[in-house]
C-alpha cells in the first residue's frame, strides 16, 4: 500500500522530465530490438504470428522478472530499501502528470490562437492526422486522448500493481506498449502483432470497464452532469473496433456534454468511426481542462480502489 501511494504523488508533482531514464523508454528500445531480430524470419502468416507472440512472452516475461528479482534483493537488505525501491518503480509506471502535461501543451497553444503549434503538439499523443484539424476538432482529439488513457495509463496499471506489486505493473505496461507498436491491423503487423493486439484487448477488458464507473462516480463529485455520463457510458460503451477504448471515453463524453469519436484521418486515409455522446453544447477549449479535473478526480479514485485491493487481499 505505501509504495503505490508514494509512488503515485511522486508522479502527480515530479511526472516524467523527458531527460530522465525511464524504464519504459527501455522496453520499446527492446521490442524495437527484438523486433528487427525476428523480422529476418518471419515470412508467411504462420512465422509472423509465432514470433509475434514470442516477442510478447519474452517482452512481458523479461518486464516482470528484473523488478521481482531486484525487490527480492532489496527486501533482503533491508525492509525500508524494498520501500524505496518499489516506490521509485509505481512512479514510473503512472502516468497522470505526464498526460496532462503533454495535453496540456494543446490547450496553451489554442488559448494563444496559434493552431500550427497545437497541431504539432497534438501529433505527438495521437495517431490521427492533425495537418488539417480545425480547433474544434484538435480540442475534441485532446479530450478523447485524455480519456482514453485514463484506462491504459492510469486505472490499469494500479490495478495490476494492486494484485501483483510493482513487476505485474511493468509486465502490464510491456504489453501495453507492445500493443501501441506493433498491434495494427496493417500489411505489416497484421499477424505478427495479432498476439500483442489480443492480449492487451484481453487484459485492459475489466480495468477499461471500471474506469468507465470510476469516471461516471467523479463526474458526481466534480459535480459534472453524472445522469448523462452513465446514460452515455451504457449507451456508447460499445461504439469502437477495440472492445475496451470506448469504455472510459463515453463516460468523459457524457459527464462533459459533448459528442465526441467519427471520422478521422489516419495515414491520409479516411476511417469511419462512430460517434460517441451528445452535442448537448458545443466542444469549448475549456473543455480540455475540464477533462484534466476528471482525470484527475478518477485517479484518486482508482487510487483508493487499489488500496482497498490491497487490504482485502491481505
Known amino acids: 500500500m505505501v509504495p503505490l501511494t508514494l509512488g503515485y504523488f511522486l508522479d502527480l508533482i515530479i511526472g516524467d522530465p523527458q531527460n530522465w531514464p525511464h524504464p519504459i523508454r527501455y522496453i520499446g528500445r527492446f521490442v524495437s530490438y527484438l523486433e528487427n531480430i525476428f523480422g ?5 502468416k504462420k512465422n509472423k504470428f509465432i514470433f509475434g507472440m514470442l516477442l510478447w512472452i519474452i517482452t512481458v516475461s523479461i518486464a516482470y522478472l528484473i523488478p521481482k528479482l531486484i525487490l527480492l534483493y532489496a ?4 525492509s525500508y530499501l524494498f520501500i524505496f525501491i518499489e516506490s521509485l518503480m509505481c512512479y514510473y509506471i503512472l502516468a497522470v502528470k505526464n498526460l496532462k502535461d503533454e495535453t496540456k501543451k494543446v ?4 488559448t494563444e490562437n496559434d493552431l500550427q503549434k497545437s497541431r504539432k503538439s497534438l501529433s505527438m499523443i495521437v495517431g490521427r492526422d492533425t495537418e488539417n484539424l480545425d480547433k474544434e ?4 482529439a485532446a479530450v478523447e486522448t485524455v480519456s482514453e488513457n485514463i484506462s491504459d495509463g492510469i486505472i490499469a496499471p494500479m490495478l495490476f500493481i494492486a494484485l501483483g506489486g510493482a513487476p505485474l505493473g511493468f509486465a502490464y505496461k510491456a504489453a501495453n506498449t507492445l500493443d501501441s507498436m506493433v498491434g495494427y491491423k496493417n500489411e505489416k503487423y497484421y499477424f505478427f502483432g495479432k498476439f500483442s493486439a489480443v492480449a492487451d484487448d484481453f487484459l485492459n477488458y475489466f480495468p477499461s470497464r471500471i474506469s468507465g464507473l470510476l469516471i461516471v462516480f467523479s463526474s458526481l463529485l466534480l459535480k459534472y452532469n453524472y445522469k448523462n455520463s452513465w446514460k452515455i457510458f451504457i449507451r456508447d460503451r460499445k461504439k469502437h473496433a477495440s472492445p475496451n477504448s470506448a469504455q472510459s471515453e463515453s463516460a468523459a463524453a457524457g459527464a462533459l456534454n459533448i459528442r465526441l469519436g467519427g471520422p478521422n484521418y489516419y495515414h491520409g486515409v479516411l476511417v469511419e468511426k462512430p ?3 451528445d452535442s448537448l453544447k458545443s466542444i469549448e477549449v475549456s473543455d480540455i481542462l475540464k477533462v484534466f479535473k476528471l482525470m484527475y478526480t478518477t485517479s484518486f479514485l482508482g487510487l483508493l480502489l487499489s488500496l482497498a485491493i490491497i487490504y482485502f487481499l491481505g
Open 137 to 140: 476538432s484538435i480540442v475534441k
Open 107 to 110: 490547450y496553451d497553444s489554442l
Open 275 to 277: 460517434f460517441i455522446g
Open 75 to 78: 527486501y533482503k537488505v533491508n
Open 40 to 44: 529476418k524470419f518471419n515470412q508467411n
